[in-house]
Nanobody, 117 residues
């Protein structure tokens, strides 16, 4: 059983929207900080957005005002709402669960987002 599984990627035109989901299982979701990273072709993986177990959020400057991260502890799911998408948002998006108290962390396999006309 894979601890975190992303979904919702696809092809979208510039200016469009997508919502990514990350479903978690096998650990106590509410205790974990959840984050979205992305990796574009030929570039390093970068943090896009994160949400702490208590709900505090932070975003990369490049997505502030366009992306929103949220979590539903009842559904063990974290979301990334992406609006006003740009071609430079094209990347594989990864979900990560992390718990500092134990050092545990889990990565998903990623979902591809392509922004192109």
């Amino acid at each position: 059983q894979v601890p975190v599984v992303e979904s919702g990627g696809g092809l979208v035109q510039p200016g469009g929207s997508l919502r990514l989901s990350c479903a978690a299982s096998g650990f106590t979701f509410r205790l974990y900080a959840m984050s979205w990273y992305r990796q574009a072709s030929g570039k390093e993986r970068e943090l896009v957005a994160a949400i702490a177990s208590g709900g505090t959020t932070n975003y990369a400057d490049s997505v502030k005002g366009r992306f929103t991260i949220s979590r539903d502890n009842a559904k063990n799911t974290v979301y990334l709402q992406m609006n006003s998408l740009k071609p430079e948002d094209t990347a594989v998006y990864y979900c990560k669960a992390a718990r500092m108290a134990t050092g545990a962390n889990y990565w998903g396999k990623g979902t591809l987002v392509t922004v192109s006309s």
